[in-house]
């Protein structure tokens, strides 16, 4: 076990470099049971989602190798179409490998997945879809067991754009027969990258990014090299952490459209932001002021996995704030620990209702999930005196070097073993 130490107080200024998008690997390594060919990721990020996507690969039977920082799957000895619990319950991604799966073996047999404890995370849309491209679903012991003799293209309407079913969807329909349409599907971009890389492999996608993706069916699919699009998420993190601390940051390789949802909130808390081609700078030297009222939505809302970075962000402006949390109902778990901090924030419901202080107040809490822990880091920055992070394990699933980030821009943080 590992914990974070942080002495807080200290602003930040620098630059930092924004990993590829989390979000994107993790299907993009599902789409590469795909094909027998090599693929190649590049700049692959550094954190425990991959590196156990990686070990159920090559559970698989696909070969899996670190070049530096890109990885290269090769996928053609792939002969196991079983992902038992002890890694499906380490990562709620291994569910994209139904598809994926179940597209080259026609048979797939997963626990069901893990991932962060934010509620219920139901599989439900992804089975469904799964079953009208004519695939048979049984569950037993734990286990969801898919078998087809064929998969069928068909018309599919989503209940809610679940970015998941979405792209599970989409992997086990680029190689049916005939052509898929997935109407009300999820529009965030890594939606579109999915198809860029499906597309890179020969298939025939078109769509993402809008809420009608359509995918006709094709024989084979071909290895390529591939760049994923930066994470919006570590972005938004660094962002909220700059605007918290103050001082003047600069993201390098970010796409500020994927972030416009939350840069429209900071420079409505009083940030400086400019945009130059891929690199934002935000700087902030004051206190800032509340905005009223933030709710998360899917793209191109504000998203979820940014919601406790921000709420961290309003407990210390001047004013008043209310954020409601709309896609999963336990994501408020890191509020209690923010009181420890000092923080005046009360949830009911979906809402967090937030009384801005002054400051932050150093104190020893615990990270719960993955985007909570990186808010409480940010918490623990901004803080008067010594903080204490425990259990960021959480935290290194989704942040590669997030300690190293934010020491280089002058945050005094080190991690310890316990
Ligand atoms: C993905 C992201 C996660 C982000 C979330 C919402 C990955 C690896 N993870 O998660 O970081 O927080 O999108 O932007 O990309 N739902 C159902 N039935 C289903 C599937 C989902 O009811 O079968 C509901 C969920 O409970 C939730 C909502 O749909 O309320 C959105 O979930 P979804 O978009 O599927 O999130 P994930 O794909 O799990």
Redo the contacts with the bound molecule.
Sequence with gaps: MEKYIINGGNRLYGSVEIQTA??SV??VLAATVLTDEKVRILNVPNISDVKNMVKILTRLGCKAVYDGNDLVVDGSSADCYEIPSELAHEL??SVFLLGSVISRFRMAKIAYPG?CDI?????????TGLKKLGVDITEENGYIICKCEKLRGTEIML???????T?NIMLAAVRADGTTVIKNA?R?P?IEDLQRLLNLMGAKVRGAGSSSVIIEGVEKLNGCDFLPIPDR?EAGTFLVGAAMCGGEVELNRVCAENVSSLLHKLRENGCKISINNDKIILENHKRLTSVKSIETQ??PGF???LQAQITALCCVCRGHSIITEN??ETRFKYVPELRKMGADVTVINRNAFVRGVERFKGATVVAHDLRGGAALVLAGLAAEGRSEILDISHIDRGYGSYEYKLRKLGGDIVRVSV
């Design positions: 989390k979000n993790l299907p709620r991604s991932g509620g219920l995370r139901p599989v439900d849309l992804h089975l209940d809610c754009p679940s970015v998941g079913a792209e999820a965030e890594e998420i899917p793209y998203p979820t996995d896609l999963f």
